[in-house]
């Protein structure tokens, strides 16, 4: 059973017979487990980056171009920014330009999956 509380997260080890432990402050442990292992892993990549310096220029074009791909999307959302919204209007775009940049990721990894089923259907 877990218990939600302002000082944390304790979790009840009822169902276990001999334990009457609590769990608190289960949620930034994790949180800083998470926040270490991606850390480990960009520290991997540069090392990685560094010492292959073709796969460091593979990283530099792709990131070339999905930042091009956000700034069309940026440029293309609305700067309106509803009424009853808390957001000025250029966080406002950004945040569409992200949604447009997200979708548009998904749609163009669906149309690979596709592709690649339907290359794989007729591979005999």
Do not use: C, H
Not at 6 to 25: C, D, I, K, R, Y
Not at 75 to 91: N, R
């Amino acid at each position: 059973m877990l218990q939600w509380s302002s000082e944390g997260v304790q979790a009840q080890f009822e169902a276990l017979p001999g334990w009457g432990q609590t769990v608190t402050n289960i949620v930034p442990i994790v949180f800083w487990l998470v926040v270490a292992v991606a850390l480990l892993a960009l520290v991997m990549s540069l090392i990685n980056m560094i010492k292959n310096p073709s796969s460091l220029i593979n990283f530099l074009i792709g990131f070339a171009i999905l930042a091009g791909l956000f700034l069309l999307f940026w440029a293309i959302s609305s700067k309106q920014v509803p009424t009853g919204v808390d957001a000025s209007s250029g966080l406002y775009q950004m945040i569409g330009g992200g949604i447009y940049l997200t979708l548009f990721l998904i749609a163009i990894g669906f149309l690979i999956l596709l592709v690649d089923l339907i290359r794989g259907a007729f591979k005999i």
